[in-house]
């Protein structure tokens, strides 16, 4: 892992963004926040990025089209994304479907409310 690690936040609940920021900061991670896709769009191109904690839905550009764009893009595509959704436990009210869950580019997922141990597992395992 890097000395100071850079991880970008994207989720449009603040509460829950500052869960993860209060789990991951004490371990030493750099966090930075955002509330959609499009403004992590603009953020990516500002900063050097480690890795990314993607919401699924969100206004504006959700997790998914976030997703896809970033691992089509050369230039971001080795950042490694890990999913955090909610819609396994409200797949029959959204317009997320489960199989598109399943198959997001993302390089790993966990199920909301995470939990800060699951989550900093999952960021160290990623960033080795």
């Given at each position: 892992?890097?000395a100071k690690?850079?991880?970008?936040?994207?989720?449009?609940?603040?509460?829950e963004?500052?869960?993860?920021?209060?789990?991951?900061?004490?371990e030493?991670?750099e966090?930075i926040?955002?509330?959609?896709?499009?403004?992590a769009k603009?953020q990516?191109?500002?900063?050097?990025?480690?890795?990314?904690v993607?919401?699924?839905?969100?206004p504006?550009?959700?997790?998914?089209a976030?997703?896809?764009?970033?691992?089509?893009n050369?230039?971001?595509?080795?950042i490694?994304?890990?999913?955090?959704?909610?819609?396994?436990?409200?797949i029959?009210e959204?317009?997320?479907?489960?199989?598109?869950v399943?198959h997001?580019?993302?390089?790993?997922?966990l199920?909301?409310p995470?939990?800060?141990?699951?989550?900093?597992?999952?960021?160290s395992?990623l960033?080795?």
């Amino acid at each position: 892992m890097p000395a100071k690690a850079r991880i970008l936040v994207v989720e449009d609940n603040m509460d829950e963004a500052k869960l993860v920021k209060m789990a991951l900061e004490p371990e030493g991670y750099e966090v930075i926040t955002t509330a959609n896709g499009k403004q992590a769009k603009e953020q990516i191109s500002k900063e050097a990025l480690d890795l990314i904690v993607l919401d699924v839905m969100m206004p504006e550009m959700d997790g998914f089209a976030f997703c896809s764009w970033l691992k089509k893009n050369k230039e971001y595509e080795n950042i490694p994304v890990i999913l955090l959704t909610g819609v396994g436990e409200h797949i029959y009210e959204t317009k997320y479907p489960l199989k598109g869950v399943m198959h997001a580019d993302a390089d790993e997922y966990l199920e909301k409310p995470v939990k800060p141990e699951a989550l900093l597992d999952t960021i160290s395992k990623l960033l080795k």
